[in-house]
Each structure stands twice: as C-alpha cells, then as structure tokens.
C-alpha cells in the first residue's frame, strides 16, 4: 500500500503554465494570444497548445521572469514564492526516495528551521529600513518593511484592522485574532459589542436584584483589570518569548526536538550577539552622514566641498557593504535551513556544537552533512593555523570532490567520444 502513495505526486498537474504562474512569470504563449487578439486574429488560426510540459526552455522563461522582476527590486513576495518552491521540489524528491510520511516530516523540520531564519529577516530588514529604502536593489524590501511596521503601530493602537493582515510568521496573531474573534461579537446594526464567554453567559442569567451588585464588578474586571494583565504579560512576553521558547523547546524538550532545528536555532542566538554590533554601527554612520555631513553641503550654496561630497560617497559605500554582507548571509542561512543542509562559520558553528553535541549520523531527520564534524578533520584543526573554511558543497567534505570531479569529466569525454563514432 506504501508504495501507491508515492504515486500520489504524480497525479499533480504541473505544467509550464503551472510552475510559471508560481513564479508570477507571464507565459510567452498566453502573451502572444493576447497579441493576436489585439492584433484582430481568429483564435481557431493560430495553433497554440493548452499546455506545455517542463523543460529546460521552462526553466530559462523562470530565470529571466525572475531576472526582470529583481531588476525592479527584490520583495518579500518574491522570497517567499522561492522558499515554498523549494519546499515543494524538496518534497517530492523524499517522497520518490521515501515516503509521503517520511518526507512530510522531514519537509516540517526544514520549514520550522526556515521560518527561524525568516523572522530573523523580516526583524533585520525592519532595523535597515530608511537605509533600505536608499538601496537601488533592495528599496522594495524596505518599503515592505515600513509597510509591516506601519501595518503593526495601527494594529497596537487601533486594534481594528486585526485578523486582515495576518501572515503565516505570526502564530500568536494568528491565536489571539481567533480568540478574540470567537467570544466578542459585534452587532452590525448599532455596533455594540457583545461577550460570548461563560463568565458574560452566567452575568446575563443572573437575577435583578443580584445583577446591581455585581455588574460593577463585572465591567471592572474586563475594561480595567484584564487589559491591564494582558498588557503586563504582553510585554513580559515580547521581552523573554524569544529566549523562553528556545529553552523549552531546543533544552527541556531537546529529545523530541529535531537536531536540525535545535542546530539553527542556537546559530541564530549566538550571531544575534554580534549582529548588534553591525547594527548600531550602522545607525551611528546613517546618522552622522544624514544629520551632519549633508547639511553641511547645503550651509554654503552653490559651493559644495569636494571632502565633504567624497565622505558621503565613502559612507555609503560602507553601509551598502555592511548591509548587502549581512542581508546576504542571512538569506544564505535560510536557504541551507529550507534545503535542511548546515554551513560552516569559523568560531560561530564550534560554540553553537559545544551547546547541542555533534548531528546524529545514523538518523534521517538530522539533516544534510557536516564534514566538519569528523575526527581526522578535528585533529587536521588542530594543528591548523588560521581554520578551514571551506567544507565541500553541502557540507560533503573536499576529500571525494576531485573524484567527482573526474567522474564528471570522464563522462562529459565518453559522450563526445560517442558522438563522434559516426562520422
């Protein structure tokens, strides 16, 4: 019976309009039939196909739609269709390797570990934002990022627009919209909102004589008492969530809690430490270029300093530098955690192991290879000066890549030499 569901892929139809549609990429051939159409051609003329198979030309329409979008400027949307692409792909090369069940597990943990490094993003773009916005390349991610910010102050004050702009990184919204939603129900026609929940169930049965006494209880308790608890833990909550979901998940429950995870989420925590430092250096330059150096060029007129002029440029080599590297290495991180690979950092990747011990080998769940995990390499670092770096694609090693290598070269030689057997 296993092996039919592995036959469940297959019933999928992906097609080249499919997997274009996914991508947001406009199909050549739905292009030329809107051209014919204004052009006044009979659709029973042209000879156009339904639909189209995969094929490398599919890919290459991917690449360029893909292409010509990033040149307008890279967006949330734009990542997050790549990440779930990759999440499908990966999905259905375990399940022709393993099974449905199999691979759905291992596809959670690869999803679990990416949304870590998602909502690291989403914080480190929100940080970066007005320098962002003066990046050619990346203004996109900082309008986004203003757009979250400004959508997140309205929902704070107003509390109205909740529930409309949920998004899938944020489960407690998502927990606190349905509760909320689900005992207050609000009359369409005079606007008055009414409690479902027992404690307003039981008030409503209670007698007139009793109800007096204690509807002041009553209203004291859900306008004055419970915001104000819920406000105390909300905060207490904002500061320590991060810190206590960490020690309860990847510690306490580190039996039930997969390697890959538990690899990634301390990777995190351990350069969220340093990555404080880039941050603030950059706001200290951002500042000092914004309010010191560019009213200067407009104190003398027409007269612009040379110095001056050649500081800004200087400063803003630098910060597109730092922030590019950073935004950069982030998205590295979040790919290899999607793809459920691990990726070598000197000092970082030692102490986030010192934490959590070396990746079960003999376990499907833990993930991709680390090379760097290996006796005879421990031993070769040893007496290294400055560390290796540099581990083989996917952590493999670089041992066996010159064996690749020459297996590749020699098939690439024996199939020139077939094709030119016949003349």
Not at 75 to 86: K, R, W
Not at 159 to 182: C, R, S, V
Request: with cysteine.
């Amino acid at each position: 019976m296993l092996y039919f569901l592995k036959l469940f892929p297959l019933l999928i139809n992906i097609d080249q309009e499919t997997v274009l549609s996914w991508f947001g990429v406009e199909n050549p051939q739905s292009r030329d039939m809107q051209q014919a159409s204004m052009s006044g051609y009979d659709f029973n003329i042209i000879s156009t196909e339904s639909s189209t198979d995969v094929s490398l030309d599919t890919f290459r329409l991917i690449i360029e739609g893909l292409w010509n979008k990033i040149q307008d400027g890279l967006t949330l949307a734009d990542i997050e269709n790549v990440l779930f692409f990759i999440l499908f792909i990966r999905f259905i090369i375990l399940v022709i390797r393993y099974n449905i069940k199999t691979s759905f597990y291992i596809t959670c943990i690869g999803l679990f570990a990416g949304y870590l490094w998602y909502r690291h993003l989403i914080d480190l773009i929100s940080m970066y934002r007005s320098v962002l916005l003066k990046l050619p390349f990346l203004n996109k991610l900082g309008m986004d990022a203003v757009q979250l910010r400004s959508m997140h102050r309205q929902t704070i004050l107003t509390d109205l627009k909740l529930g409309e702009n949920i998004h899938w990184y944020n489960p407690g919204q998502m927990i606190y919209y349905a509760f909320t939603k689900g005992i207050i129900h609000v009359d369409p026609e005079t606007g008055l909102r009414y409690y479902m929940d027992p404690i307003s169930m039981i008030m409503s049965k209670i007698q007139d004589p009793t109800h007096s006494n204690v509807v002041s209880i009553y209203y004291k308790l859900y306008n004055k008492i419970i915001p104000k608890i819920y406000d105390i833990c909300s905060k207490f909550w904002s500061q320590l969530s991060g810190v206590a979901a960490y020690a309860v998940i990847t510690r306490i429950g580190k039996r039930y809690c997969p390697y890959l995870i538990r690899w990634h989420w301390t990777f995190l925590l351990i350069i969220g430490m340093i990555e404080q430092i880039f941050i603030y250096f950059i706001y200290r330059v951002y500042y000092f270029q914004t309010f010191v150096l560019i009213p200067q060029t407009k104190v003398y007129g027409n007269y612009v300093d040379p110095n001056l002029i050649l500081q800004v440029n200087i400063l803003n080599g630098i910060i597109a530098c730092i922030v590019l590297t950073h935004i950069g290495f982030i998205l590295f991180g979040l790919f290899h955690a999607i793809w459920g690979q691990y990726f070598y950092v000197p000092f970082f990747v030692e102490n986030t192991e010192l934490h959590i011990g070396p990746r079960p080998k003999n376990s499907i769940y833990s993930g991709g290879n680390t090379a760097w995990q290996d006796s005879e390499e421990k031993e070769k670092n040893l007496n290294r000066i400055f560390p290796k770096i540099w581990y083989g694609w996917f952590g493999n090693g670089t041992q066996n890549s010159w064996t690749l290598q020459n297996r590749l070269m020699n098939i690439i030689i024996n199939a020139f030499k077939k094709l030119r057997r016949p003349f």
